[in-house]
């Protein structure tokens, strides 16, 4: 049953992700992109991990994607169409991406992975919190703290880099008084 | 662990998804399908993490913690991402990659 499951999930993945870096409709590529980040949150329920399930289902589907279409939105008209791609790029790109693949599953299916004793049951909630602010050895505090830090930076450089400034029409930067302050700070 | 699935199967899906997001990074040429395709490949590498704790060290929490943070690093660099995407195409009227020559504010 497990077996059948995963190899749904396998379909849906790839399918849809090759949907979502081919598809020439902006929207409908972010659209594809949400169904491979669900499909991935079924393989994390399928090892029994369901924190991270959870949290792939609410900061993927409901947090980057939203912004992904917010963007789109605010950018582009919602039925416009990419501009196609010229078939040699294509055809490098595709050769390339071929070649690294091939080269991988090659190293894959010839490492020899040791087998374990140890029997897995699933990942507790309760463990990864422990895990993620003890102290001792092989604890994660300072990650987890350098990770906030980094959150909050981001914060306040998103709000600041999107305010921006709006350019006049000539694509020239517009100075409403800004000119003057700035001799002044000199 | 998956009932039936050896990690050979689920290391290759992961290859092929991560190379999908490869081959998006390299044809697309607009910024938002290009910071798609990143996401892919973001995405590929947290399911590897996950995958190799639980087939190959079922008794530690290393990669389900670093998964965790990849998550985080990832829902950083989205915003982040489309923030200067955003202020890009106030500055140029644009989001294409040819047309992006100057990142200067």
């Not at chain 1, 595709?94 to 894959?108: C, H, K």
């Amino acid at each position: 049953m497990e077996t059948i499951i995963f190899y749904i999930l396998a379909a849906i993945i790839i399918l849809f992700a090759v949907a979502s870096v081919t598809s020439r409709k902006i929207l409908r590529a972010v659209i594809y992109l949400l169904f491979v980040l669900i499909g991935i949150a079924g393989l994390y329920f399928l090892v029994d991990y369901n924190f991270l399930a959870a949290i792939q289902l609410t900061v993927y589907g409901g947090g980057i994607i939203v912004l992904f279409i917010f963007a789109v939105l605010l950018i582009h008209h919602v039925e416009l169409e990419l501009e196609k791609t010229a078939l040699k790029k294509k055809l490098i790109a595709g050769a390339l991406s071929a070649a690294g693949l091939a080269v991988t599953l090659w190293a894959i299916s010839t490492y020899p992975f040791p087998e374990t004793t140890a029997t897995y049951t699933s990942i507790e909630v309760a463990d990864i919190g422990r895990k993620l602010l003890s102290y001792e050895d092989g604890g994660f505090i300072l990650p987890f703290e350098v990770i906030s830090v980094l959150l909050v930076a981001v914060m306040i450089g998103a709000i600041v880099v999107a305010k921006g400034k709006k350019l006049s029409e000539d694509r020239s930067p517009k100075t409403e008084d800004g000119s003057e302050k700035l001799i002044e700070n000199n | 662990m998956i009932a039936g699935i050896s990690i050979y199967e689920i290391l290759t899906l992961t290859s092929i998804l991560f190379f999908i997001g490869i081959y998006g990074f390299f044809t697309r040429e607009n910024l938002i399908t290009v910071l798609m395709s990143v996401e892919l490949i973001l995405n590929a590498s947290a399911v590897n993490f996950v995958l190799i704790n639980t087939y190959l060290y079922p008794d530690l929490l290393q990669g389900a913690v670093f998964s965790i943070f990849i998550v985080a690093l990832a829902a950083a660099e989205t915003a982040l991402a489309i923030a200067i995407i955003i202020n890009l195409y106030k500055l140029i009227y644009s989001v294409e990659v040819k047309d992006t020559e100057t990142m200067k504010y």
